[in-house]
């Protein structure tokens, strides 16, 4: 689902993120999406700060160095927005046709989404097209115009267009469904660890229908292990990136964890509470950079009391030879969820 789009053989995802912007390309032209080139360029602290940019200038001149390091000469590339200013909803209505439903979508949209809809984009699928009930499941997603006429502007400043502009959670579980095909039964939790944000997905039977956003990430874990710790930054980026565990990790991950495992709950438990079903969640699937901190994964499965794993974008997709050239793939993967699941995108 995309906001708007304007089909090619290849596709460009694009993640700017409050601290890395990622690139992805990816190759439609065989019979399975073929992931062609990664390029992942760092971000000078705080021209992003909470998903809004502070300094357009350096955001674009961010963007244009992963463009080129990623070899891309195309000027059209697929971005996302998120955060609290997106809203996704699971709802019932009256079985009718997609034309039909599409008339009534802003009448619904307006009994279910806390923003003015003059100032909203939206969007919707319906989930079981060929039911035969009364009432059929739709997938409502708003997003607030300024959201996207902010993502827009600033591909804008870096020479770019956009091809489409999706929703993080869908791009998520775009990379999510084609690596995992196991986890598309049931509910389970897809958590995305990033710099400043943790982006809690609750996908039920393939569909993701609710999101949370958690001011909590990396960079809090970093700053946890300076105050709290005594540690130095480049100690404490040392940790984070690294491949033992220790005290101090398991420190933080005892508090970090704690907040990251409530929002899950939380987010579990409005789900139950509003399903007609009440099942729970049977797994939790982690991506993200702070995924990979040593730790984090055990810490939430302990307090969860849950099968937690690693989710990869790279289990099933094909990788070209040198797509990863210059980077360690290890290292990097966890941080790509994003960007592939935009690239894995055919705009029309």
């Avoid at 949370?212 to 130095?232: A, M, S, Y």
């Amino acid at each position: 689902m995309a906001l708007f789009s304007r089909k090619k053989k290849t596709t460009v995802g694009l993640d700017i993120g409050s601290g890395l912007i990622k690139v992805a390309v990816v190759d439609h032209g065989k019979s399975q999406p073929e992931l062609v080139r990664v390029a992942i360029t760092p971000l000078l602290a705080d021209a992003i700060v909470e998903g809004e940019i502070m300094d357009p200038g350096i955001v674009a001149e961010a963007i244009g160095s992963a463009l080129a390091a990623a070899g891309v000469a195309s000027k059209s590339v697929v971005t996302a927005v998120g955060g609290r200013d997106v809203i996704i909803k699971k709802i019932q209505i009256q079985r009718v046709k997609e034309h039909e439903a599409r008339e009534l979508m802003r009448w619904e949209a307006e009994q279910h989404v806390p923003f003015d809809m003059e100032s909203v984009e939206l969007d919707f699928q319906i989930l079981d097209p060929n039911g035969t009930d009364d009432q059929m499941s739709v997938l409502l997603v708003a997003a607030k115009r300024e959201l996207v006429e902010a993502k827009v502007r600033v591909l804008g400043d870096a020479g770019l267009a956009a091809a489409a502009v999706d929703v993080d959670a869908f791009a998520l579980h775009n990379a999510f469904e084609l690596n995992h095909p196991d986890a598309m039964q049931g509910i389970v939790a897809l958590v995305n660890v990033g710099h400043e944000v943790t982006n809690i997905n609750i996908v039920e039977d393939g569909v993701p229908v609710l999101t949370r956003d958690l001011t909590v990430g990396t960079r809090r874990f970093r700053e946890d292990l300076q105050r709290e710790r005594g540690l130095g930054a480049d100690e404490a980026t040392a940790l984070l990136q690294g491949y033992d565990r220790s005290e101090h990790l398991d420190a933080v991950f005892e508090s970090r964890g704690e907040e990251i495992a409530v929002g899950i709950e939380r987010a579990a438990a409005f789900l139950a509470s509003s399903s007609r079903s009440g099942a729970q969640v049977g797994a939790v699937y982690v991506c993200g950079g702070g995924s990979r901190a040593p730790g984090l994964l055990d810490a939430l499965a302990t307090r969860l009391r849950l099968r937690v794993e690693a989710a990869s974008p790279l289990a099933n997709l094909v990788v070209r030879d040198g797509a990863f050239e210059g980077l360690v793939t290890d290292e990097v993967a966890p941080l790509m969820m994003l960007p592939i699941g935009l690239a894995l995108r055919q705009p029309a």
